[in-house]
């Protein structure tokens, strides 16, 4: 009862605050700024990192032109646009915008480049869920519907390819994760992965299951990742700090141990509100995000499957 409380009164304010799942350090970094601001960092090869309000955003600049994965909140655009700009002599409009899903923070800014002429590229679910928009229950809020020329043009099922800028992008769907529509997408020259919100560096996983995510789907698509990747893998989070793969290992048995310990509680006969009173454990408690995804909200993703 209390997490259903505490989820109801603690969400729609934050959402509203345009943090869909924003990192505690920039939430901090760009709370009350008038103008949005953002960062970028060389990563690797032509690859950029983009750090703003929403979503991680990896750009692609190079003799091809530019390609973003990602495209944050749709007031975060002009600025992006600036960006890319600077970051390329030769062009100001990218030609390929990829989405890892469909959520606000990560498409927001498609619009405006859509407009453009960049082909937008997703998960045949991203264009559906977009187009009609959409209940995010976890949250309490409505997703608006996207306007046409923010919609993906260019959809896949299982998977699709890129040849730009001298690599490979492999954009790899895993199902029913953090969303139905979540892609992985790797880069195979530059040994970098950018996971959407598959990943959430060293902290409780949204699991927006009014979108078609799923604990156990979550965790699969972890695993698919760690089985592909290596040691001197640069792994993109969907928010926070770059990391490499002993991060995501670490991520990935923090799942498994505490949906494990949650559902042999249940199955031992305790409560929801028992496994929440209880707590994790202090091993999990550095996890929770007490903007975003507490260890009572995690707890509820876990006992709801
Ligand atoms: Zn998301």
């Known amino acids: 009862m209390s997490l259903m409380n505490a989820t109801?009164?603690?969400?729609?304010?934050?959402?509203?605050?345009?943090?869909?799942?924003?990192?505690?350090?920039?939430?901090?970094?760009?709370?009350?700024?008038?103008?949005?601001?953002?960062?970028?960092?060389?990563?690797?090869?032509?690859?950029?990192?983009?750090?703003?309000?929403?979503?991680?955003?990896?750009?692609?600049?190079?003799?091809?032109?530019?390609?973003l994965i990602d495209?944050?909140?749709?007031?975060?655009?002009p600025a992006y646009a600036s960006a890319v700009r600077e970051l390329s002599a030769s062009t100001d409009t990218p030609r390929f915008l990829l989405n890892t899903h469909w959520h606000l923070d990560h498409t927001g800014g498609n619009a405006l480049w859509g407009e453009q002429g960049t082909v937008v590229?997703?998960?045949?679910?991203?264009?559906?869920?977009?187009?009609?928009?959409?209940?995010?229950?976890?949250?309490?809020?409505?997703?608006?519907?996207?306007?046409?020329?923010?919609?993906?043009?260019?959809?896949?099922?299982?998977?699709?390819?890129?040849?730009?800028?001298?690599?490979?992008?492999?954009l790899?769907?895993?199902?029913?994760?953090?969303?139905?529509?979540?892609?992985?997408v790797y880069f195979a020259a530059e040994n970098v992965v950018h996971m959407g919100d598959l990943f959430f560096k060293d902290r409780f996983p949204f699991v927006d299951m009014s979108s078609g995510g799923t604990v156990d789907g979550y965790i699969a698509g972890v695993q698919?990742?760690?089985?592909?990747?290596?040691?001197?893998?640069?792994?993109?989070?969907?928010?926070?700090?770059?990391?490499?793969?002993?991060?995501?290992?670490?991520?990935?048995?923090?799942?498994v141990a505490t949906r494990d310990h949650v559902r042999g509680r249940l199955a031992a006969g305790a409560g929801v509100e028992d496994v929440v009173a209880e707590g994790l454990g202090e091993k999990w408690a550095d996890w929770a995000n007490p903007n975003f995804i507490t260890e009572e909200r995690w707890i509820g993703f876990l006992a709801a499957e």
């Open 71 to 77: 495209a944050d909140y749709t007031d975060m655009a």
């Open 224 to 255: 698919a990742v760690l089985a592909r990747i290596d040691d001197d893998t640069v792994v993109v989070p969907g928010h926070g700090d770059v990391a490499d793969k002993a991060d995501l290992q670490r991520f990935a048995d923090m799942l």
């Open 121 to 170: 590229m997703a998960h045949d679910n991203v264009r559906a869920r977009m187009a009609s928009g959409g209940r995010i229950a976890a949250l309490g809020v409505e997703q608006a519907a996207s306007p046409p020329e923010a919609l993906p043009v260019v959809t896949y099922g299982d998977s699709a390819a890129l040849h730009f800028n001298g690599d490979t992008l492999e």
């Open 172 to 184: 790899q769907h895993y199902p029913n994760g953090h969303t139905d529509g979540d892609s992985v």
């Open 8 to 67: 109801r009164n603690a969400l729609p304010a934050l959402f509203a605050a345009a943090c869909l799942a924003v990192a505690p350090a920039q939430a901090d970094n760009h709370a009350g700024e008038d103008a949005p601001s953002f960062t970028t960092a060389p990563l690797k090869g032509p690859l950029h990192l983009l750090q703003g309000k929403g979503g991680n955003i990896v750009a692609s600049v190079g003799g091809d032109g530019v390609l």
